[in-house]
């Protein structure tokens, strides 16, 4: 055949003359960095970062509550840092914000737990799917505030409604969350636990929860902000037994004595410790796990 006897007569390819390299001896190479300026590395840290934007809100907030001039509509950023500093030493606002995060973990810690045995019932069986579903369905749009005047007659005034309203709010975000993490956990990662003889706990535990902990962590974020602020909203309505109160019943009292800046030092408080509970301890969680298994960058 012509066209083979051809092909084997063709020359040998040979490589093009501009893309040959010169060789250099190793030890004249080198590595040409540029250093950082301590602007930049300072930027390229997120809590720098986050701090830029706190410090630029505050400026903004006592301009323009300097030009407003009305100390009892807005009060300035600087009247109500004295304010704060003065109710953090005289034991006001510590008292009044461990008494409102004492009650929240009770609830958050009831809520999660219910969520869990939900989810658990939901993955070991269809009807305990439908009867999620249909409970997250009907629960997950009520606001945990229309249950107030219930919980007012059912468990009165005190802890006991506090905790009822804040285990609402928290159980169908978190359950809700946790199953859809269960259920877009790939069916490979299944037949590995399975294959493995894993079953029941041993299989959720081992298998089940880190697949779907991104979305369990998600679950786990939505539950504490709707708990945070359900808290603080119950307590402006009833939040007081026995003459003590939360943050929530803080800001009350002080709005019915027209201190505004005081009321605006416990919505700082509340804000800070929101700050706090998702940078430091959610973002700590995050790291060690999500970031850490890969599965985030």
């Known amino acids: 055949m012509p066209e083979v006897a051809a092909f084997k007569a063709a020359p040998a390819f040979e490589p093009r003359p501009e893309i040959y390299r010169s060789e250099e001896p190793a030890d004249t190479l080198t590595v040409v960095e540029k250093p950082l300026s301590t602007l930049e590395m300072l930027y390229n840290w997120s809590f720098f970062r986050k701090a830029l934007i706190l410090v630029a809100l505050a400026v903004v907030w006592e301009v323009y509550a300097r030009i407003l001039n009305n100390d009892l509509l807005f009060p300035t950023f600087s009247a109500t840092i004295s304010a704060f500093y003065t109710n953090v030493i005289n034991g006001v606002l510590p008292a009044r914000a461990w008494g409102s995060l004492r009650v929240l973990l009770m609830g958050y810690a009831l809520g999660v737990s219910l969520a869990a045995v939900l989810t658990a019932l939901a993955i070991a069986s269809r009807i305990g799917t439908d009867f999620l579903e ?32 804040l285990v609402h709010s928290v159980t169908w975000a978190i359950a809700l969350n946790t199953h859809s993490g269960f259920l877009s956990v790939s069916k490979t990662m299944k037949m590995v636990g399975r ?80 700050l706090v509970v998702e940078n430091l301890i959610f973002q700590t969680i995050e790291r060690r796990t999500i970031q850490r298994w890969g599965m985030q960058t």
Do not use: C, H, Q
Request: net charge positive; glycine share 12%; hydrophobic share 60%.
């Open 134 to 165: 249909t409970m997250t369905s009907m629960f997950n749009p009520l606001p945990a505030i229309a249950l107030l005047p219930l919980a007012l007659i059912w468990f009165g005034l005190g802890t006991g409604s506090l905790v009822f309203v």
């Open 195 to 274: 294959n493995y003889g894993l079953k029941g706990p041993r299989f959720i535990a081992t298998i089940l929860i880190p697949a779907a902990f991104p979305a369990i962590l998600t679950g786990l974020k939505i539950g504490w902000a709707f708990a945070w602020r359900t808290l603080i909203a119950a307590e402006l309505v009833f939040g007081v037994s026995s003459g003590s109160g939360g943050l929530g019943w803080f800001i009350f009292e002080n709005k019915n004595m027209l201190d505004i800046a005081n009321v605006f030092a416990g919505l700082l408080t509340v804000i800070i410790i929101g």
